[in-house]
């Protein structure tokens, strides 16, 4: 939303809102002069002279502010239905689908193009470290991230389109996983284009597309030479069965490889040269809360990542593991209790695999309290760990356990990345 705001605001109109709780995002857009309030003290002071209301999916359609908007016979827009407007304005729109590191590869297709000086918007679902969430040089192209969550990636009018991977996610807006493969690739099948990984089991369905792939041979983009160090990628990207040219990733992690490679197999759709593709991924250096460095506690590494997914946790946790030089200690945020409730055998299988584990109070969002999706229940089942719901508990297992030369890593998409921030700037 707040990405969406910001261009709103480049394009001269006049924008106000609200949010539950303050943070970052609410700071920055206050200092821009947008007007927002906290809470639902607003009720009514920005809406009659609102010309289009706009919500996020994560607002029940109880809020007060919307029934409040209804009820004033109000144009309003969902977040996904205006994205939709946002795009219509320019010439070429790309978007980046997938279960896992759609956020990532959307910016990397952000650092490519305006490494190619090209007019552009990129609509990024996080930090990154250079452009933030939202970048605006020109109307040519729009470069978005196309969420699954209630289909909304099929309300995007793509051009061209990325396809990670499709893993079970966001059950809870579907009829199982049949019907969101079926999503994944009718989202591919309406664009003009699709760029889509071949070693996925569902992205490879797409038809006609132009394919990336580590492993298949027969892909028209492929990550060859695959050399490591301190856990950053190095390959040679092989084009059509030629050899183009040699990649360094400035970021940690194998599955940056199908990121990047996703990404020049878009860029290329679109005729940039191979020197500004290289050139864009090479000065690509992450997204926040992607496998970040936050600092030190008690002298141990402290490692922020996004990681709320079964698959997603086994990477990072993978990766920790090759990087740490003490002990690894986990700490793992659940996000939504759908979510937990849903993949729970998957969460229990990975985590049981994981040492010096402390499972973290769920993270709701928009969700009401489910005991079969509480981090208490998780921790139960996986047994071979600790269980916190406050700060206080998080804080006393960390310094009576991490030590210096220790690695600690924070997992999930909730709070948690905040209350490490506040962790390392109050030192025991």
């Known amino acids: ?27 920055a857009l206050r200092a821009m002069g947008v007007e ?70 959307t910016a990397m297709c952000a650092h490519i193009f305006s490494a190619a000086g090209a007019a552009f918007c990129a609509h990024i679902g996080g930090e990154d470290l250079r452009f933030g969430n939202f970048h605006y040089t020109g109307n040519d192209y729009c470069i978005t991230e ?19 991977n499709v893993d079970k996610d966001h059950l809870e807006c579907y009829n199982g996983i049949e019907e969101l493969k079926e999503t994944f690739l009718g989202y591919c099948h309406g664009a ?6 071949l070693d996925d089991e ?22 060859l030479n695959l050399r490591r160090e301190k856990e950053r990628y190095s390959f040679t990207v092989r084009e059509y069965g030629v050899d183009v040219c040699k990649i360094r990733l400035r970021v940690a992690g194998r599955h940056n490889v199908y990121n990047a490679l996703a990404a020049f197999a878009a860029a290329r759709c679109y005729g940039f040269s191979v020197e500004e593709i290289k050139r864009g991924l090479e000065t690509f250096s992450g997204v926040k809360r992607r496998f970040e460095q936050m600092g030190v506690y008690k002298g141990a590494e402290v490692v922020c990542d996004y990681a709320h997914h079964p698959k997603e946790i086994f990477s990072a ?39 010096n584990l402390l499972i973290y109070k ?3 969002a928009r969700e009401e309290y489910d005991a079969a999706g509480d981090g208490k229940t998780l921790a139960e089942r996986v047994g071979s760990c600790l269980y916190a719901d406050s700060l206080s508990a998080l804080r006393a297992w960390l310094d009576r356990t991490a030590t210096e030369g220790d690695f600690i890593l924070f997992l999930g998409a909730g709070d948690i990345y905040y209350l490490v921030k506040y962790l390392i700037s109050q030192p025991r």
Do not use: W
């Open 1 to 27: 939303m707040s990405a969406l705001a910001r261009y709103l605001l480049q394009r001269g109109n006049f924008v106000a809102g609200s949010d539950l709780v303050g943070g970052e995002q609410v700071r």
């Open 36 to 105: 927002i309030t906290v809470g639902q003290e607003s009720v009514g002071r920005h809406l009659k002279a609102a010309d289009v209301i706009v919500y996020t999916d994560a607002v029940s359609r109880r809020n007060s502010e919307l029934v409040a908007a209804y009820e004033m016979g109000k144009t309003i827009y969902s977040r996904a239905e205006l994205l939709r407007e946002v795009c219509g304005g320019f010439s070429h729109v790309l978007s980046v689908a997938g279960s896992h590191g759609k956020t990532t590869c």
């Open 146 to 164: 196309a969420c699954e969550y209630k289909k909304n990636l099929l309300k995007i009018p793509t051009e061209t389109a990325i396809l990670l």
């Open 192 to 197: 003009k284009t699709s760029v889509v990984c």
């Open 202 to 223: 569902v992205a490879s369905q797409a038809r006609n597309a132009v394919s990336f792939s580590i492993y298949e041979k027969g892909a028209n983009y492929r990550a």
């Open 317 to 355: 946790v993978q990766t920790a593991l090759r990087m740490k030089k003490g002990k690894l200690y986990v700490v793992f945020q659940p996000h939504t209790y759908s979510r937990t409730k849903n993949l729970l055998d998957d969460f229990i299988e990975v985590l049981r695999g994981v040492e």
């Open 362 to 364: 769920t993270f709701p």
